[in-house]
Structure formats: structure tokens, C-alpha cells
């Protein structure tokens, strides 16, 4: 079977690599992925794969049944891209202007469906069923809910979910995880800065929100500590800073957004009373008011530790020995693919895209398409055994309705 698989992989690599740089063109925003998920079904179409589509506005499900019983196992990838201007200057690069696949979900894609395609033509060896879900809006933290709460993963619900991610930290086509927390807890935040404006050849006269919202982006910055050398690790990062109209008017109000890493609900608690205080003790000192609003929450990534071991088994039968490697601490990033593994058990793959590339949500970001054969092998494994396997012990776990938090 190893060798089946293998084969039938590289022999798909040359058109894979092309229908890749395809959905690199068409970069779409979260919810609007009309054309990506046209080409997605195009695509299914051709395999002659049924598939639903329309679901959470426009996401995909594809249904493969295999001749012999088994377990229902879903392959999930993320179809949106983001708000970042492209400059690789590749033939293939986006061609609408301020949006890019800098988080590699075009790579996903791919991968998912070459992994439908060759999964479809081995029915007559496939156990059970495999479920392909193509979700929008990962890049807002609300599309794998959206797909949950739209009975994507049907009925009776499935016994794994997979998924992988771009990763520019590992050698090129390396695949990896570790079992457990995988990636942060992510909240987004807004603070509303009350003040009193005033003349800019007066600043003695108001209680400046700017000069307070200054202060706050340092002092809620410095709250961000490392894994390494911290019992409290976060991650505190402020992407927007907005206030004011004109250079020589003091306004009344500043608003800062920004995103707050933690990597469990413990010290998440830790993070929020650290950051409402920090932001207090400046609106004090600068005789300010602020409103915080937190939104937008993530929930980690935990990766089934049964499902780790079937990954290691599986990259070590399909896979040279330097495909494969463990992680040993979780990302700050975050994927609201673990909306699904709060539902599920589930596993989410790193997909090493070369040490030399350009980093993620990053202008000059590419996926790099010789990783494409250790991402369609790793999910067309994992789905065939996952099938087969005996994962009684995992639903005793997950008995009860889908949360939704």
C-alpha cells in the first residue's frame, strides 16, 4: 500500500504544483471565497467526488465512501487569504491588488484535494468514509464554528479530524506535531480611550487620549513574555492605533486593537486581569477613562494523543526519516481549527515550507510547492488509517454535544 500511495502522489505532483499557483491568483477575504470555492468544486466535479457546497456561505464538504466498513474520518483545509499586498513577484502571483495567500491556504487546498482525488481512486482498499471539509474564514477565527454550527461534520459525528499548516520553520516538505496544545488561545481586543480634547497650542488644557494610548501600547506591550524563560508566557501585539483628524486638534477619543496570546485558559485568565490593570494604572496617571472589549476568541489547538502516535506511525511507513520530526512546545500562533478538535478529536500537521522562507502573513510569502508530495502522502495516510483503525477509545471521550463556545 505504501508504495501505491507513493506512486500514485508523485505522479499527481507536476499538476498539483499548477492548479496550486491557480488559487494563488485568486486570493479571496474570509466569507467571500466565491471564485476559490468554484475552482474547488470544478475540481471535485472532474474526480466525480459529491460534494455539498454552499454551507457557512461558501464552504465545501466532499463525501468519499470506501467499499470495506470503517470509521468516518474528515481532512479539513482553510480557503481564505489575507489582507496583505503581494511582492514575489511571481508569474502566479495575486492578481487582486491587497490580498494575498501569505498564510499558504492555497497549499492547503491543493493538498486536500489531491488527497480527495487519490483517496476516491483507492475506494476498493478505503475503509469507511472520508470527509473533505474546504472552510472559510480561518483568517477571522469564525469559520470553523460557522462550518460546525452548519452540520458540516454530520451526523453520527466523525471519529478524527486532520488538518495541516504551512510552516516556514522546518526543512522544506518536513511534516510535524506534537500531541496536546499545539497553538495559543487568541482573543482580540479593542480599548476606547475617553479623554478631553482640545487645541493643539493648548495641551495643559485637555486629558489626551493620545498621549494615554501612547503610554498604553508600551505598557500592555511589555506584558508579552517568552515560553522559554517564563512561567506566564503571553503574547500581547497592537495592530492598530487610530485616533485624531487634524495635526493641530487634541481629540476627544483613541482606539487601540490588537490580539492577546495565551496558551491555556488558566493563565489567559492571568493575561486579561494583567492587561485590564495595565491599562488602568496609564488611564489614571493620564486622568483618562478606557473601555476594553475582548472578542473574537480562539481556543487552542489540542491534538488527540492517540491520533499523534497513528501520525508518527503513519509518517514513519510513508515518509523518509527526515520528513519527519516532533514539535516540543506549542506556537503563539492560533487556528480556529480548534473549534473542530472541541468537537472532535483531531490532529493539526506543521508542513515544513523551507528555513529560507519568507515568514508567514508576510508580503513575500510563498508556499512552497515541493512540500506538496509530503502534504497530499501525510493526509492520504492519515485518512486510510485513521479509516481502519480501532477508535472506540477516542468517541468514549468526545460522547455529548458539540460545544459551543
Known sequence: MRDIIRDAVRQRVPEATLLRQRFHEI????????????????????????????????????????????????????????KVEEKTEKPYASKRKGYSHSCGHDGHIVCALEAARILSSLRNKLAGTVKVIFQPGEEVGKGAQAMIEEAALGTPLPSAIFALHS????????????PGTITA???????????????????????SPVLAA???????????????????????????????????????????????RSVNEILRKQTHDAFKKAVRDICIQENTEATIRFYGYCPSVENNPVLFQLFEEVADDLLIPEKRVNLTTQSMGSEDFGHFTQAIPGLLVRLGMGTSS?????????????????????????????AKKDLSVLQKCHDGPISKK
Not at 186 to 203: E, Q, V, Y
Open 27 to 82: 486570493p479571496e477575504r474570509s466569507f467571500e471565497e466565491k471564485k476559490t470555492a468554484q475552482l474547488i468544486a470544478h475540481e471535485l466535479q472532474t474526480m466525480g467526488i459529491p460534494f455539498e457546497e454552499g454551507i457557512a456561505r461558501t464552504g465545501i464538504v466532499a463525501t468519499i465512501k470506501g467499499d470495506l466498513p470503517g470509521n468516518i474520518v474528515v481532512l479539513r483545509s482553510d480557503i481564505d487569504a489575507i
Open 167 to 178: 510552516w516556514p520553520y522546518l526543512e522544506s516538505g518536513t511534516v510535524a506535531s506534537k
Open 185 to 207: 488561545i487568541n482573543d482580540l481586543f479593542d480599548i476606547t480611550i475617553h479623554g478631553k480634547g482640545g487645541h493643539g497650542a493648548r495641551p495643559h488644557e485637555t486629558n
Open 214 to 260: 501612547a503610554h498604553i501600547v508600551q505598557n500592555i506591550s511589555n506584558l508579552t513574555r517568552s515560553q522559554e524563560t517564563h512561567d506566564f508566557p503571553c503574547v500581547v501585539s497592537v495592530g492598530v492605533v487610530h485616533t485624531g483628524t487634524r495635526s493641530n486638534v487634541i481629540p476627544d477619543q483613541a482606539l487601540i486593537q490588537g490580539t492577546i
Open 358 to 386: 519568507a515568514p508567514l502573513h508576510t508580503s513575500n510569502f510563498d508556499f512552497c510547492d515541493n512540500a506538496l508530495e509530503s502534504g497530499i502522502i501525510i493526509l492520504v495516510g492519515l485518512a486510510m488509517s485513521a
